[in-house]
């Protein structure tokens, strides 16, 4: 089954713990993205990747780091977590970047991280 | 930037009944996308329009795109009980070029049984 697989799915942290949510997806897609869903701001993208080792930010992506060694792969990194960071992130593929031609994205069922 | 922006905010009807949510964009693209999010899960792909497509189907959604209005309609018909979720369009930042997906805040549709 064609999914995008996150973990954890739930998280409570306190500032300053480095922590990491993995994003893994069986599709063999090109393209992959970061969001963060925050009530009254909608999805705002993090960071994404174009291929392996191609990554760049969103729109929001400070606090955060990204790495693409797999194409598979792309986990998303806080390295030093605070309460503004706490929010409902999602992890999403397709074929290729969004353009000319777009494809659809999949995404994750999301994970909600609370940093205390 | 580019960012689709959703009308109305928030939509309450009666099972049976069409649902018709808005969008409108602000450059220009060559296609568009409608996605649904069930309460806090993952967005759902529904369809995507070209911008050589005025319209298309799929199943109980209808999907206008007007490229001279940069805007686009998802209209439900017949709704369900299950079709209670936000609606988010979603089209490409970059315009016509490489770009990436951009999401508003969304309709959410409430179907009352």
């Known amino acids: 089954e064609a999914q995008v697989t996150q973990n954890p799915r739930y998280l409570i942290t306190v500032t300053g713990k480095k922590l990491t949510v993995t994003c893994s997806q069986n599709?063999?897609?090109?393209?992959m993205s970061w969001y963060r869903q925050d009530p009254g701001l909608g999805l705002r993208q993090i960071y994404y990747?174009?291929?392996?080792?191609?990554?760049d930010k969103g729109d929001v992506p400070e606090g955060y780091k990204v790495s693409r060694k797999e194409k598979r792969n792309f986990p998303l990194i806080l390295e030093s977590p605070s309460p503004n960071q706490t929010s409902l992130y999602f992890c999403?593929?397709?074929?290729?970047?969004?353009?000319?031609?777009?494809?659809?994205?999949?995404f994750g069922p999301g994970t909600r991280l609370t940093v205390t | 930037s580019q960012q689709g922006e959703e009308d109305p905010q928030a939509l309450s009807i009666q099972e049976g009944e069409n649902a018709t949510m808005n969008c409108s964009y602000k450059?220009?693209?060559?296609?568009l996308q409608w996605y649904r999010q069930n309460s806090g899960r993952g967005l759902v792909h529904l369809i995507l329009?070209?911008?050589?497509?005025r319209e298309k189907h799929s199943g109980r959604l209808r999907v206008t795109l007007d490229t001279s209005k940069k805007s686009s309609s998802l209209l439900i018909t017949a709704s369900r009980a299950a079709d209670t979720a936000s609606y988010f369009c979603a089209p490409p930042s970059g315009g016509t070029s490489y770009g990436k997906l951009t999401f508003g805040q969304g309709t959410i549709l409430t179907v009352h049984p």
């Open positions: 450059t220009s693209i060559n296609n």
């Open positions: 599709m063999n897609h090109e393209y």
């Open positions: 990747s174009m291929n392996v080792e191609v990554t």
């Open positions: 329009i070209r911008s050589n497509e």
């Open positions: 999403a593929s397709s074929l290729s970047s969004p353009g000319q031609t777009s494809y659809e994205q999949y």
